[in-house]
């Protein structure tokens, strides 16, 4: 399948000739240039409850937003599909860019609080070993398990606190990975366009299973953000869920394009 005849989900139609990732460049680009203010200067500063809740699991996102992202670009880069497309790694750059830029906001918070920042974290450590050792389709799927995992926490980060701040950052990164998961399901749907029906869903059930397993560790580690903004496991579990199915609806929809 020729990548030049897909249109980005979601997104306007492109010409036939068009490369969804030129929608996907334009896109980002234009997110550099429209970066929300953010009120840095309000007085409020996170008290003991708040710190308590969320330091941690503030210290462990901050880190785990930050790749430099070669490992997947060498790979895409590689990829018949993906690496035909001259539009996608510019695309994909700006893309880690956005991504290191939420590391860089939450960063700051943390530094304005005045809580240190992790230099490693084990669970950080896992999943970039899971990304090195793996090939393009894993490495993607455990790119896009780690963002789906962030709309519930996100959500519940900014229910847990009164910081208009971090408020308003968890608003901004739940905007842009709103867009990253119809970007990743792009990436997804072309990676496993060409493959056999049985391979296809094998790879899905694999996906699935990954994802449940880190949705029950994300809920295990962070659990103090999401009892503060009084989220029961059942919430977490429906709020995930939602967000993967959608994902992978998005994936089902790429293959049959």
Avoid at 141 to 154: C, G, Q
Wanted: aromatic fraction near 10%; glycine fraction near 6%; include cysteine.
């Amino acid at each position: 399948m020729s990548p030049t005849v897909l249109t980005p989900l979601d997104g306007p139609e492109a010409r036939p000739t068009d490369s969804p990732y030129r929608f996907w460049h334009r896109h980002f680009t234009a997110n550099l240039r429209d970066s929300a203010a953010l009120p840095w200067n309000e007085p409020h500063a996170l008290n003991v409850e708040e710190t308590r809740a969320a330091a941690r699991s503030i210290q462990q996102f901050q880190l785990g937003e930050y790749a430099r992202g070669r490992g997947l670009r060498r790979r895409a880069a590689a990829h018949p599909v993906l690496g035909a497309d001259a539009w996608f790694l510019p695309a994909l750059d700006l893309f880690i860019a956005e991504e290191q830029e939420h590391s860089r906001l939450l960063g700051m918070f943390l530094d304005r609080e005045r809580i240190p920042r992790l230099a490693r974290d084990w669970v950080d450590g896992v999943f970039r070993r899971l990304r090195k050792l793996a090939g393009l389709d894993a490495c993607v799927s455990v790119l896009v398990t780690a963002e789906v995992l962030a709309v519930p926490f996100y959500e519940a980060l900014r229910d847990a606190t009164r910081s208009r701040l971090l408020r308003a950052i968890c608003a901004r990164i739940l905007r842009d990975e709103a867009a990253h998961l119809k970007y990743q399901a792009l990436n997804l749907g072309l990676i496993r366009c060409r493959l056999g029906r049985a391979n296809r869903a094998l790879r899905s059930l694999c996906h699935r299973a990954l994802f449940d397993g880190t949705a029950l560790m994300v809920w295990r580690q962070h659990r103090p953000v999401f009892r503060a903004a009084g989220w029961e496991f059942s919430r977490f579990w429906r709020t995930a869920h939602r967000c993967f199915n959608l994902l992978e609806l998005r994936v089902g929809r790429m293959r049959r394009a």
